[in-house]
């Protein structure tokens, strides 16, 4: 079974200094990956995407993403941290199975960042 | 446009009681899904579903939790005879295409289990 793994459940930077969060999933077949964001008490919201094309993707509010399929990984930075960045961030997945996907998404456990002044 | 309604955001029940949890996709989509947020972890896949058809309940409890999505009106998540373990935050996330495409996710409904 498909699984993501998210190092570190909490990560805590400075105001301006970079952010990096890791994601690696586990797949023979490389997934589609996405990286979602939630504040408290809200939904997600979906900061980027990879399917395919460039590894290098970029997302919403300077965040940006590359999959690296030699390591499976899929490791999420922004340049210079905001008190703003400060939330839940989640890895998913989501399978390929050829005719047979159905589009869930396979969540990593989350990594709390907070930013400090 | 509209994005993914969820209501109600807080519910509340005893031991033993139904809960119904609704959600409107956005507008133009046809496809649900749904998934639970247990404390201190991430979502967790429950059922996919298209108008009148389940498509993928592989992550649905085998007993006590039901879900449809009508030709008219919400799709709507049924937990019959509620215990303290079902207490969490459900949240639906709808989606233009079948298949593995971004989904957009409602603010969920918290569930609390007295």
């Known amino acids: 079974a498909q699984s993501v793994t998210q190092l570190g459940s909490h990560v805590s930077v400075s105001e301006g200094a970079l952010v990096l969060l890791r994601c690696n999933y586990s797949?023979?077949?490389?997934?589609?990956l996405f990286w979602y964001v939630q504040y408290p008490n809200q939904g997600l919201q979906l900061l980027l995407k990879?399917?395919?094309?460039?590894?290098l993707v970029k997302g919403i509010n300077g965040f940006e993403a590359e999959f690296k399929k030699s390591e499976t990984s899929f490791h999420l930075t922004k340049p210079s941290a905001h008190m703003s960045d400060a939330a839940e961030y989640f890895c998913?997945?989501?399978?390929?199975?050829?005719?047979?996907?159905?589009?869930?998404?396979?969540f990593g456990q989350g990594t709390t960042l907070q930013v400090k002044p | 446009n509209a994005g993914v309604m969820q209501n109600p955001r807080h519910l509340v029940r005893r031991r033993g009681q139904e809960a119904r949890l609704r959600c409107s996709p956005m507008?133009?989509?046809?496809?649900v899904y749904w998934y639970r947020q247990l404390p201190e972890e991430g979502l967790k896949f429950m059922v996919y579903?298209?108008?009148?058809?389940?498509?993928?309940e592989s992550g649905m409890p085998k007993e006590r939790f039901s879900a449809e999505f009508p030709k008219e009106g919400p799709s709507i998540l049924r937990i019959q005879q509620v215990v303290r373990g079902d207490s969490a935050a459900y949240f639906c996330?709808?989606?233009?295409?079948?298949?593995?495409?971004?989904?957009?996710f409602g603010p969920g409904t918290r569930l609390t289990v007295t």
């Open positions: 996330a709808s989606s233009p295409h079948q298949g593995a495409y971004e989904q957009y």
């Open positions: 797949s023979s077949v490389p997934p589609y």
């Open positions: 998913a997945v989501s399978p390929i199975h050829g005719s047979s996907n159905t589009g869930k998404l396979i």
């Open positions: 990879y399917t395919t094309g460039a590894t």
């Open positions: 579903l298209q108008k009148e058809n389940i498509i993928d």
């Open positions: 507008k133009g989509h046809s496809h």
